[in-house]
């Protein structure tokens, strides 16, 4: 079974950073498509970030240029480096791991990014 647990969110003012992590328990680490997706209050679930296998990466329009996703295959973590943020950045972030056929899929818990103007 795969888990996914997030950490790293929290308050912050415009313009500031933080680094989300995520740690992906199980042996479809290196293999899988991970991303980053975020919901904001009222709206759908977003993809905002992912990175393949091969560490191909891409990124929503909104965040491209301020968010950097990256992986450590050793430690079986996946990361979002988040600066300049912005209010419009608030939302509850979520991890997510899934087969490049599509299924199976894994979400994490969520960690929540309030962004204060």
């Known amino acids: 079974q795969v888990q996914l647990v997030e950490s790293g969110g929290g308050l912050v003012q415009t313009g500031g950073s933080l680094r989300l992590s995520c740690s992906v328990s199980?042996?479809?680490?290196?293999?899988?498509?991970l991303g980053w997706y975020r919901q904001a209050p009222g709206k759908q679930r977003e993809m905002v970030a992912i990175?393949?296998?091969?560490?191909?990466?891409g990124y929503a329009d909104s965040v491209r240029g301020r968010f950097t996703i990256s992986k450590d295959n050793a430690k079986n973590t996946v990361y979002l480096q988040m600066n300049s943020l912005k209010p419009e950045d608030t939302a509850v972030y979520y991890c997510?791991?899934?087969?490049?056929?599509?299924?199976?899929?894994?979400w994490g818990q969520g960690t929540q990014v309030t962004v204060s103007s």
């Open positions: 990175i393949t296998s091969v560490d191909s990466t």
């Open positions: 997510n791991s899934r087969s490049p056929l599509g299924r199976p899929e894994y």
């Open positions: 199980g042996s479809t680490f290196s293999r899988y498509i």
